[in-house]
């Protein structure tokens, strides 16, 4: 299969809670990135941690990276509404072309 | 950032025809574009690597003849769908990775979408 774990695969909070996203993968990886998906929309990048480091931050967001358990975390603090959208953890594998392969992806829900 | 723009991004067809989508790097080259292709509520499945120059290299379980790729410039590449059948209609979604030969950022920008629905 091309995709890892994520889970959970839904996720409903409310607004100001805090949402965590789990994905996990198979094979060794160059990097790992999160991405977001509005509703039938392209993707957006989000972060990427490369296979050397531990943690990312960037504003709301804080990701983590356990390259021996070969998982990841999303974590985005203070959720709002206009966060709502499904996210994908994605790894990049050796060779030429450093293909992108998604996780399963978690859909989030903040309610106002 | 870098702008793919995809075209068309809504298109309904008939059975037995083809269908053209057109992926463009606008503001930058890019020698690498995938294409990918979405279920509703699924996750991306990546169906082949387009290459600027030369033939598309497809992933396990995706048939060649069915999903034509052609990367006719550095900006553009179009994936067409051959005698197009219901269970084709998805969501397929293109990306490019910036940078020329030998430049990997490691980021990739993504087109808007196309839906395809198959009569």
């Known amino acids: 299969s091309q995709q890892g774990e994520e889970d959970p695969q839904a996720l409903s909070i409310q607004e100001g809670e805090n949402a965590t996203m789990n994905c996990s993968y198979k094979?060794?990886?160059?990097?790992l990135q999160w991405y977001r998906q509005n509703s039938g929309r392209g993707l957006v990048h989000l972060i990427l941690?490369?296979?050397?480091?531990r943690e990312k931050h960037s504003g709301r967001l804080r990701v983590t990276l356990d390259t021996s358990k070969k998982s990841s975390s999303l974590l985005i603090t203070a959720s709002r509404a206009a966060d709502t959208a499904s996210y994908f953890c994605?790894?990049?594998?050796?060779?030429?072309?450093?293909?992108?392969?998604f996780g399963a992806g978690t859909r989030l829900a903040v309610h106002p | 950032g870098a702008v793919v723009s995809q075209h068309p991004s809504r298109v309904i067809c008939k059975s037995g025809t083809s269908v053209k989508i057109e992926c463009r790097s606008l503001d930058f080259q890019a020698t690498t574009m995938f294409w990918y292709r979405q279920f509703p509520k699924q996750s991306l499945m990546l169906m082949a690597t387009s290459n600027e120059g030369s033939k598309a290299t497809y992933e396990q379980g995706v048939e060649k003849d069915k999903f034509l790729i052609n990367h006719a410039s550095l900006t553009l590449s179009t994936l067409t769908v051959t005698s197009a059948h219901p269970e084709d209609s998805s969501f397929y979604i293109c990306?490019?990775?910036?940078?020329?030969?030998?430049?990997?950022?490691?980021?990739?920008?993504f087109g808007e979408g196309s839906r395809l629905t198959v009569l």
């Open positions: 941690i490369r296979s050397n480091e």
């Open positions: 994605a790894t990049t594998r050796g060779g030429g072309y450093n293909k992108l392969i």
């Open positions: 990306s490019a990775r910036e940078g020329g030969t030998g430049v990997h950022t490691g980021e990739l920008f």
């Open positions: 094979t060794s990886i160059n990097n």
